[in-house]
């Protein structure tokens, strides 16, 4: 595992920022670089985000994975005027917090095949001298729902609920089969890809975990050959709109009812599911990752037609 750090930051904290955050990037990666905590991330990628109040417009927060790409993307905010004024143990303190709040959003995505809890506990090895006690304060601290100001990017499941898709191929057509824990309730959703399909709701068992919930619910799928797609199996694609500069609320906000909007045709379709967006350069897009992009795209048009979301410039796939 390899941590990343980069920077949009401010010209009067600049020093200070490449003194943490170069100490801290060089100590983590001196401990995780010879670590494997499975192949659902390749890398730990964080921007920090030391701007004044006034200037965090033009800077939204980002947090968003690839499952086919398995790599993330951070830009979280670090308080300007604390790391300012602070010494060098606060500012070292401010940069593990934040590199702690991309770790919680690592933790609730629950990536397949991959062992945040042992690089959660590997990087808290590696900087306690630079911040003691910090695990701990930020444990106190931490919420029980994560927000981005900006730009959430969703996992690969739903929220921050457990959920599993299988996917078969049948007459050479796709067919779903997927399961997720909801409440009490385990909620069960089949079909061909493409089409609506059916529903079915099931009783939760809490004398048994999560997962083993699911697979009883799946259990038929799985032995008729259901089984989670591959990472590289999902086909990725962006529908850009075209914006003025950095874009305004108003268009963030419209993204962001898209986004929900898109997921839900998505998923009702056994499709797939949004994966997230970004703003700003004079384009917004959406980014989405999907079964069959051709079918996807033909859903979404649809979908958007004579609809407020209807002046996409294209959809375009990243392959």
């Not at 993330?72 to 905010?77: A, G, I, Q, V």
């Not at 061909?192 to 529903?199: A, D, M, N, Q, R």
Request: with cysteine; glycine share 8%; net charge positive.
């Amino acid at each position: 595992m390899r941590l990343w750090i980069g920077g949009e930051i401010y010209h009067d904290v600049y020093d200070a920022h490449v003194f943490s955050g170069d100490e801290i990037e060089h100590i983590v990666n001196d401990r995780l670089k010879k670590l494997n905590y499975g192949s659902g991330l390749k890398s730990w990628d964080v921007i920090p985000i030391i701007m004044p109040k006034r200037r965090q417009i033009d800077y939204p927060e980002i947090a968003k994975y690839s499952q086919k790409k398995r790599d993330c993307e951070f830009r979280l905010y670090i308080d300007h005027a604390k790391f300012k004024k602070g010494s060098q143990a606060e500012q070292n303190r401010l940069y593990c917090d934040m590199l702690r709040r991309s770790l919680d959003y690592l933790e609730s995505w629950n990536i397949p095949k991959f062992d945040v809890e042992q690089m959660r506990k590997d990087f808290e090895s590696a900087v306690k001298h630079l911040d003691p006690g910090g695990s701990q304060a930020s444990s106190k601290a931490k919420s029980t729902s994560l927000s981005v100001s900006a730009e959430v990017k969703a996992p690969k499941t739903r929220s921050i609920v457990r959920v599993i898709k299988l996917y078969k191929r049948i007459n050479r057509q796709w067919h779903y089969h997927e399961a997720w824990v909801d409440g009490e309730t385990i909620g069960e959703h089949w079909g061909k890809v493409g089409e609506v399909g059916s529903h079915a709701k099931h009783k939760r068992d809490r004398k048994i975990s999560v997962e083993k919930n699911l697979k009883r619910v799946l259990e038929t799928a799985i032995t008729d050959g259901y089984a989670e797609l591959d990472p590289d199996d999902w086909q990725c694609f962006n529908i850009e709109y075209k914006i003025d500069g950095m874009g305004t609320a108003k268009d963030l906000a419209k993204r962001h009812r898209l986004e929900r909007r898109l997921d839900d045709t998505l998923g009702k379709t056994g499709m797939g599911q949004v994966d997230g967006g970004s703003i700003g350069s004079g384009t917004m897009e959406v980014s989405c990752s999907v079964v069959n992009f051709r079918l996807a795209k033909q859903i979404i048009q649809a979908n958007l037609a004579e609809s407020s979301f209807a002046d996409y410039s294209r959809i375009v796939n990243e392959e």
